[in-house]
Structure formats: C-alpha cells, structure tokens
C-alpha cells in the first residue's frame, strides 16, 4: 500500500515540475502514475489529502533517528534538505496553496523534533507535560519562521549552515527554558 501511495506522490512531483498544483487534476495524476481514479482513492480523498500526505512521509524519513540532544541539529538540518530536494514541490505549494498548509505542516514536524528533544533535556526535572509543549510551541514557532523565510526567498541558503546558526543560538537555551518551568523540589 505504501508503495503505491509513494508512487501516486511521485507522480504529483513530476506533474509540478510542468505545471502549477492548481492546474494538476486527479486524471493527470493517475495516468502519470498509470492507476485507475478509483485506487487514487482509496488512498487519498484528493490532491490536498495527497500533498500532506506526502510532507508527512518525507518530513517522517528526514527525522529518522534524529530526535535526542546530541541529533536534533542533524534532523533540523535534515529536515531543511528534504525541504529543498523538494523545492518544485514546495515551492509550488507554497505559492499555489493557502500558505498556512505549509505553515501547518512545518509546526507539525518540528513539533516532533522539539518534544523529543524536551523529553530527554527533562528527564531529570518536575515539569508538567503542559509546560513542556509551552517551551515547544514557543521555540517552534521560531523554527518555522526561518524556514518560511528561506522558502519564501527561494532556500538560497545552505541547510548546514541555517541548521548550525540555529543551533548556536539556542544552545542552552531550552534547557535553562525547561529548568525555569520547572517545579521547585
């Protein structure tokens, strides 16, 4: 079933090499991809089920091992490279779709990475799951602004280096955010 389903977004993929996702119909889709409608159904309800699908799965192989205090950056990093080896498909979302399906997809993610992250740096301290997902959703939503921006202005800059900048700034900085949260003994 996956294959097929990867095969179904690899033809959206090549499709948006030709065209924009709003000129992109189910029957271009599956006679790219040489399946019946109905099998494109049973997969996905339509091209934007599709499209999340298919940022789920990449994002999911992107952070693969790649979620502990000693990875993150990697899988930031990661995630940043998957974005551009993506980039027609991106790009073309971004600009053809509401561009809070991309927003929302690129929270999703990096929540992910981020309470992995939290867990372990919070293993040792009393702090509610509640203030856990606070000290997530508040570094997130920084994460995803400089992915935004990097998309918006066509992912000129090198994943390494974003993913390395990124991690100087914060270094530290979740952790003491976690211990602040905390619960005093």
């Known amino acids: 079933m996956t294959n097929t389903k990867q095969a ?3 033809s959206l993929k090549h499709l948006l090499l030709k065209k924009s996702i709003t000129k992109i119909t189910i029957n271009d889709i599956t006679d790219d991809c040489h399946i019946s409608r109905m099998t494109f ?3 996905f309800n339509d ?3 599709l499209v999340e699908w298919a940022c789920e799965e990449e994002a999911r192989v992107a952070l693969l091992n790649n979620r502990t205090s000693d990875t993150w950056q990697m899988g930031f990093q990661s995630l940043l490279e998957t974005v551009l080896a ?3 498909f991106i790009i073309n979302v971004y600009r053809s779709i509401d561009r809070a399906q ?3 997809y690129l929270l ?4 992910k990475l981020l309470l992995a992250y939290i867990e372990e740096q919070s293993e040792d301290l009393r702090i509610s799951d509640e203030n856990k997902r606070y000290v997530a959703n508040f570094f997130k939503f ?12 066509g992912m000129k800059e090198e994943p390494a280096k974003i ?5 100087r700034i914060i270094q530290g900085d979740l952790r003491q955010a976690l211990e602040r949260l905390a619960e005093n003994p």
């Open 108 to 111: 999703r993610v990096t929540e």
């Open 8 to 10: 179904i977004a690899e």
């Open 142 to 153: 920084g994460f995803v602004g400089i992915m935004l921006e990097w998309i918006h202005y």
């Open 163 to 167: 993913a390395a900048m990124t991690g």
């Open 41 to 43: 159904y049973y997969h």
């Open 86 to 88: 993506n980039k027609p």
């Open 102 to 104: 991309i927003e929302h």
């Open 47 to 49: 091209i934007y089920d």
